[in-house]
């Protein structure tokens, strides 16, 4: 008999796409840690180090056990020097002091308040930051205008930081459902993004629409959205219309990371009875009771604000972040209510900030709703790309264009060495292409 310690040595594959990565996470405080970095720099717009991070936290994610001593992590990848000394802060001291006093800076805590407006990217949080505004209370008083996104971001501020549960997602499901085959039937609605890899909250609600029929779905979005208008269901909605056909860098190689599908950003209204304890079989009509009520939050003129647009909630890296209501302040305690003004079927009344943006005190509340129209041919690259995580998409192409000359998109897979498309109608194929074990949804959570 040996009195040799065994020490277990980790081992996996650099790709995040060739890992399973469940949400059962064994190492949560060291990723967590590894995130808040990750996030801080994102924010400081350096994407580079960002993804180092994410990529460090990613690898954790997919171990069976816990890590108890640096020695187990020789084998593996994507742990660069200032991850390995954050690791090894946190096993020797238990906590990261570089992740907790950036918790704790001004700018790190000033910049996730104002992302947390919809709306707002990390460009203009840092301009306002350098400008002194720290708070939603400053930002008011600084007398920006704003755009419609960040207007409706600002006065739905509470809701939208609030993570959508489960039971919220299934909510909207129907209720997008009842949109789409009123306006279109035989469609079909997919629940997409995190919800489909399993988790039980997220930040937003992410669907993906076709037709078995190519062609049937064109024009379709924007009759979804008036349906879903006359219902009362949306508080803010912003649609983009399909670009991909007329795009000039073809498919499979988009000038940006950003998609051309038509596209729905959204806030809908959900009533409270739809979102928690709703009882089975006790559905009720799809017109809410109080969709005659209209909610008319009056922050700064919202005809000044046009032509700005919402991109920078597209396309900033640190927009769509984990919900961690937990580590912000309350904002809004601070705002004036004499700002706020609601219209409650044609009667104005000055309105108390609690009643007009806690979740408590109304019978809704704003949930962020991203519906995304996809012709058919196109389905599969549409939902492998849709359902996330974002890490694990970035190296989804990574390995396509690093390792197989081949450019993945939402849209589709080119082959740079046949010159040439290579067809899909469904994920597995996807994954076969690329030469990669098929990883089902709920283990793509790096
Ligand atoms: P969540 O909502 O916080 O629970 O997390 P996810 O994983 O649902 O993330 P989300 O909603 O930001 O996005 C879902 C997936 O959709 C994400 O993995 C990547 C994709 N996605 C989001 N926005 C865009 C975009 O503007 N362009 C492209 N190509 N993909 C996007
Ligand atoms: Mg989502």
Same mark, same amino acid.
């Given at each position: 008999?040996?009195?040799?310690?065994?020490?277990?040595?980790?081992?996996?594959?650099?790709?995040?796409?060739?890992?399973?990565?469940?949400?059962?996470?064994?190492?949560?405080?060291?990723?967590?840690?590894?995130?808040?970095?990750?996030?801080?720099?994102?924010?400081?717009?350096?994407?580079?180090?960002?993804?180092?991070?994410?990529?460090?936290?990613?690898?954790?994610?997919?171990?069976?056990?816990?890590?108890?001593?640096?020695?187990?992590?020789?084998?593996?990848?994507?742990?660069?020097?200032?991850?390995?000394?954050?690791?090894?802060?946190?096993?020797?001291?238990?906590?990261?002091?570089?992740?907790?006093?950036?918790?704790?800076?001004?700018?790190?805590?000033?910049?996730?308040?104002?992302?947390?407006?919809?709306?707002?990217?990390?460009?203009?949080?840092?301009?306002?930051?350098?400008?002194?505004?720290?708070?939603?209370?400053?930002?008011?008083?600084?007398?920006?205008?704003?755009?419609?996104?960040?207007?409706?971001?600002?006065?739905?501020?509470?809701?939208?930081?609030?993570?959508?549960?489960?039971?919220?997602?299934?909510?909207?499901?129907?209720?997008?459902?009842?949109?789409?085959?009123?306006?279109?039937?035989?469609?079909?609605?997919?629940?997409?993004?995190?919800?489909?890899?399993?988790?039980?909250?997220?930040? @937003? /609600? =992410?669907?993906?629409? !076709?037709?078995?029929?190519?062609?049937?779905?064109?024009?379709?979005?924007?009759? #979804? *959205? &008036?349906?879903?208008?006359?219902?009362?269901?949306?508080?803010?909605?912003?649609?983009?219309?399909?670009?991909?056909?007329?795009?000039?860098?073809?498919?499979?190689?988009?000038?940006?990371?950003?998609?051309?599908?038509?596209?729905?950003?959204?806030?809908?209204?959900?009533?409270?009875?739809?979102?928690?304890?709703?009882?089975?079989?006790?559905?009720?009509?799809?017109?809410?009771?109080?969709?005659?009520?209209?909610?008319?939050?009056?922050?700064?003129?919202?005809?000044?604000?046009?032509?700005?647009?919402?991109?920078?909630?597209?396309?900033?890296?640190?927009?769509?972040?984990?919900?961690?209501?937990?580590?912000?302040?309350?904002?809004?305690?601070?705002?004036?209510?004499?700002?706020?003004?609601?219209?409650?079927?044609?009667?104005?009344?000055?309105? @108390? /900030? =609690?009643?007009?943006? !806690?979740?408590?005190?109304?019978?809704?509340?704003?949930?962020?709703?991203?519906? #995304? *129209? &996809?012709?058919?041919?196109?389905?599969?690259?549409?939902?492998?790309?849709?359902?996330?995580?974002?890490?694990?998409?970035?190296?989804?192409?990574?390995?396509?264009?690093?390792?197989?000359?081949?450019?993945?998109?939402?849209?589709?897979?080119?082959?740079?060495?046949?010159?040439?498309?290579?067809?899909?109608?469904?994920?597995?194929?996807?994954?076969?292409?690329?030469?990669?074990?098929?990883?089902?949804?709920?283990?793509?959570?790096?």
């Amino acid at each position: 008999q040996s009195n040799k310690v065994e020490v277990v040595v980790f081992s996996a594959p650099s790709y995040a796409c060739k890992r399973r990565t469940t949400l059962k996470n064994h190492n949560t405080l060291l990723t967590e840690a590894l995130s808040i970095l990750a996030e801080s720099a994102e924010l400081n717009e350096d994407e580079g180090r960002g993804v180092a991070f994410r990529r460090a936290a990613a690898v954790l994610k997919c171990l069976p056990k816990a890590v108890s001593s640096m020695e187990q992590l020789r084998g593996l990848p994507c742990l660069g020097d200032h991850s390995m000394r954050v690791i090894k802060d946190i096993l020797e001291n238990g906590a990261s002091s570089e992740a907790e006093s950036t918790k704790q800076s001004e700018r790190f805590k000033a910049l996730k308040v104002l992302t947390g407006i919809f709306g707002v990217g990390a460009k203009t949080a840092d301009r306002w930051f350098r400008e002194g505004i720290h708070s939603l209370s400053q930002l008011q008083e600084s007398g920006h205008t704003l755009n419609q996104a960040q207007q409706a971001g600002l006065q739905f501020y509470d809701d939208i930081n609030l993570p959508v549960s489960k039971t919220e997602a299934d909510a909207i499901s129907e209720i997008v459902e009842k949109a789409v085959h009123a306006v279109l039937p035989g469609a079909e609605i997919t629940l997409t993004g995190g919800f489909r890899r399993g988790k039980l909250t997220g930040h @937003d /609600v =992410d669907f993906l629409i !076709t037709h078995p029929e190519e062609g049937k779905e064109e024009g379709l979005m924007p009759k #979804v *959205v &008036s349906w879903l208008e006359s219902q009362g269901f949306l508080l803010y909605q912003k649609t983009t219309r399909n670009s991909y056909l007329e795009s000039k860098d073809g498919p499979g190689r988009p000038a940006s990371n950003m998609d051309r599908f038509e596209r729905c950003l959204s806030i809908f209204k959900l009533t409270k009875d739809r979102c928690v304890g709703q009882k089975q079989g006790t559905k009720q009509s799809a017109t809410p009771i109080e969709s005659h009520v209209k909610t008319v939050c009056s922050l700064g003129d919202p005809t000044q604000a046009k032509g700005e647009g919402n991109s920078e909630s597209l396309t900033g890296s640190c927009q769509k972040t984990e919900p961690n209501p937990q580590s912000h302040p309350h904002p809004l305690s601070q705002i004036h209510p004499s700002n706020l003004t609601l219209n409650v079927l044609g009667q104005e009344k000055s309105l @108390d /900030v =609690d009643q007009a943006q !806690t979740s408590g005190h109304k019978p809704w509340r704003a949930v962020r709703v991203d519906l #995304v *129209v &996809s012709p058919v041919s196109q389905f599969a690259f549409a939902l492998l790309g849709w359902t996330g995580s974002k890490l694990f998409e970035r190296e989804l192409r990574r390995w396509a264009g690093h390792e197989k000359a081949m450019s993945l998109s939402s849209h589709a897979l080119y082959d740079n060495k046949q010159s040439r498309y290579l067809r899909a109608s469904s994920e597995e194929e996807i994954f076969a292409h690329l030469g990669l074990e098929y990883i089902p949804p709920t283990e793509r959570n790096a």
